[in-house]
């Protein structure tokens, strides 16, 4: 049956559709207050184009109106239309009953300031191709419904943007880039507000086909009081999808967060700024479940998963978890890198992730899992990031079955790592300084130092490889064997007399070389040998003792090492470098030369012998000089006569008054040439004789 409408106005040009000024009605039509035209009824369902902003009724039950809105989310089509500039659509489904539901469509921009109350009905961003539809909720407007799509089909483009106090209350899920080729963009800003009651927020729903691109779908929460709340996020189902927290706005999911979902998927989440935050109060949140997903926290965001957090979940999965930035943090039971899938964990620039469990790394069989201590494997190094379990307590960390990895990639210079660590997996020391703290006497892998100083402060359980350009150093036990490659360095601080000790082999390749630091006063003594590394056997001695300053070596030290069967031990002498080498005066010469005569055993002599940089050298000779009590001295007296002519100046001026009347005495005065009163650094006048 045809809708008939009271007062026919023109004639658009939808075949036989009209365009009135009326009231619509018709059997079991909707009754619209406004402006309106009227198309024709098939099986395809009845649409209606609305040229302003309408409040619709209905003279179909409540009942049978969401039903009809219900068959209309399960997937009706739509009857093709032209629409005139800046109108509003309203698509209504085939059958005896049906509910509102709002369609903007082509270059359309409508602007809702009012409750608009859907009674379920379905909202339609973005549905011909082509289009680029624009709906915006501000000033009050609040809308309600089922269902909503924003950008539905190929090459189409929609846009919903809520602010201030707006808002959007969807009974259902809210998709936004749903068909191939769509691409659709949900802005909550500057305090608005959309929740979707009962169901999901979909980005990105469907993947590419043909000629067809994946659909693309972004939804951006920012500023603050702005809020998205939904049962579940969806970021990239089979699609592209995008979602960021920035500048204070606030995100929650009631169940799980998934990103990355089917396979050719991409989804990001990006949670940055201070008091930005991210809340996944239900299940769990899978980053890279069959495609690829990223989870950044950022500048100072916080996210919390009252479950664990799951990065690479299944086979042909790939996620990211990257936590940077100082106050950035994440907070979660616990943390799984490599599922049955490919994971990363990153903490950089004073971002921390805590778990309250445990961080499992490559958990099953087929995965691989990395957590990266400033930057990944190759890159350039970042500040460090730290891993904490619950309540700022050591973090507990375990290795799967898979392929798991820690590595330390940061530009920290002593970095304490003091974790709790078990398992079959492997150490990675990339750059920095490294001090291995925590428990390690469960871990059965291998350690790999290729750049920077790992350093053994603790019981690590498992086997160590110093590669070329690599650092080993320690003062605790390595229960496996040590090899030392060729380019690779052992590194001995004379400050203390630890020992490094190997229950197994130790494997020194001819190019490997001894390095001595000084943290401190030197503790070895000249001309006694000293055991720097034990070990159940040693193979292959160390090329030479290096003391330069590439490694901060001693300026004025050198070393012999001597081997046993099982100890390799140090003699340190003086070598022929003077004290006064690094001087820059006569003066000080002679003072470095008279530290130099004093000794062994002397407090200021073993200071000197100790020190790896030549500005230590000419720093301590000055303050040994007494120079600078000599220029604190002059500068007092100086300061003095200066406090001295002020006070004098000002009291004689106070006697001069000359010819010049008044209640108070000036500052200075002067008849005929002006000269400075003080002539340092005061700006008075005095009399000239």
Same mark, same amino acid.
């Given at each position: ?45 009845? @649409? ?85 539809? $624009? ?234 899992? @990395? ?57 990675? +020391? ?27 402060? $603790? ?26 490659? =060729? ?29 001595? @630091? ?114 604190? +001295?002059?500068? @007092? ?25 008044? =209640? ?26």
């Amino acid at each position: 049956m045809r809708a008939r409408i009271s007062r026919e106005c023109a004639t658009h040009g939808l075949g036989r559709s009209k365009v009135g000024c009326g009231t619509i009605r018709g059997a079991r039509a909707a009754v619209l207050r406004g402006r309106a035209a009227t198309g024709e009824s098939n099986d395809q369902g009845r @649409v209606f184009t609305l040229m302003q902003s309408i409040s619709a009724t209905s003279t179909s039950s409540e009942a049978r109106r969401r039903d009809a809105s219900r068959r209309a989310i399960a997937g009706r089509s739509l009857l093709a239309a032209a629409l005139l500039a800046s109108t509003a659509l309203i698509a209504l489904p085939a059958g005896p009953a049906f509910a509102e539901d709002l369609l903007v469509d082509n270059n359309d921009q409508q602007e809702i300031t009012t409750p608009v109350d859907l009674e379920g009905g379905v909202v339609n961003v973005g549905v011909s191709p082509g289009s680029d539809a $624009t709906l915006t909720i501000s000033d009050g407007g609040e809308l309600k419904s089922g269902v909503g799509v924003v950008g539905f089909s190929d090459a189409a483009k929609g846009t919903v943007t809520v602010s201030g106090t707006g808002s959007w209350d969807a009974d259902d899920a809210i998709r936004v880039g749903f068909n191939v080729g769509s691409t659709g963009v949900l802005n909550v800003l500057d305090g608005g507000r959309v929740t979707v009651v009962g169901g999901s927020l979909e980005l990105g729903s469907a993947g590419a086909n043909g000629s067809f691109g994946a659909a693309s779908g972004t939804a951006t929460v920012s500023g603050a009081g702005s809020k998205l709340e939904a049962v579940n996020f969806k970021v990239g189902i089979y699609g592209e999808g995008v979602m960021s927290v920035s500048d204070g706005g606030y995100a929650k999911t009631t169940q799980l967060l998934e990103i990355g979902i089917q396979p050719g998927s991409t989804g990001t989440v990006t949670v940055s700024g201070k008091d930005s935050k991210m809340i996944i109060q239900g299940t769990t949140a899978f980053l890279g479940v069959a495609g690829s997903g990223a989870l950044n926290v950022l500048d100072g965001g916080y996210l919390y998963s009252r479950n664990e957090v799951n990065i690479g979940k299944e086979l042909d999965g790939y996620g990211t978890l990257t936590v940077s930035g100082k106050d950035s943090r994440l907070v979660t039971a616990g943390i799984v890198v490599g599922d049955g899938a490919d994971g990363a964990l990153t903490v950089s620039n004073g971002g921390a992730a805590e778990a309250g469990d445990t961080f499992v790394v490559a958990e099953n069989a087929g995965s691989t899992g @990395v957590i990266n201590i400033g930057a990944a494997s190759g890159e350039k190094a970042l500040a460090a990031g730290s891993l904490k379990g619950a309540d700022g307590a050591a973090a507990t960390i375990e290795f799967g079955a898979g392929d798991g990895t820690i590595l330390f990639n940061h530009t920290e210079e002593n970095y304490g790592f003091d974790a709790i660590v078990s398992g079959n997996g492997l150490l990675k +020391q990339e750059a920095g300084d490294t001090r291995l703290t925590g428990d390690w006497s469960a871990f059965t892998g291998t350690g790999e130092v290729s750049g920077g100083v790992l350093s053994v402060d $603790t019981d690590f359980g498992g086997s160590m490889t110093v590669l070329a350009g690599g650092t080993l150093a320690g003062s605790k036990t390595i229960d496996g064997d040590a090899e030392f490659q =060729d380019g690779g360095f052992f590194q001995v601080d004379i400050s203390s007399t630890d020992v490094l000790d190997v229950a197994g082999t130790v494997t020194i390749g001819s190019g490997a070389d001894v390095v001595l @630091v000084s943290d401190g006063a030197m503790a070895f003594e000249l001309g006694v040998t000293t055991t720097i590394m034990t070990a159940g056997e040693i193979e292959g001695e160390f090329g030479a003792v290096l003391a330069d300053d590439v490694f901060n070596g001693s300026l004025f030290l050198e070393g012999r090492l001597s081997y046993t069967e099982t100890t390799i031990d140090l003699t340190l002498d003086r070598n022929d470098v003077a004290f006064s080498d690094f001087t820059l005066t006569p003066t000080q010469a002679a003072i470095a030369d008279a530290v130099d005569s004093l000794g062994l055993g002397n407090n200021i002599f073993d200071t000197f012998v100790a020190f790896t940089e030549e500005d230590d050298v000419v720093d301590a000779v000055i303050a040994l000089s007494g120079e600078a009590h000599a220029s604190t +001295q002059a500068s @007092v007296v100086q300061s003095a006569g200066l406090t001295r002519d002020q006070v004098n100046a000002r009291i004689r001026s106070a006697f001069a008054l000359g010819s010049v009347t008044g =209640d108070y005495a000036p500052l200075a005065y002067g008849e005929e040439a002006k000269a400075p009163a003080a002539f340092d650094q005061v700006a008075g006048q005095s009399k000239s004789g």
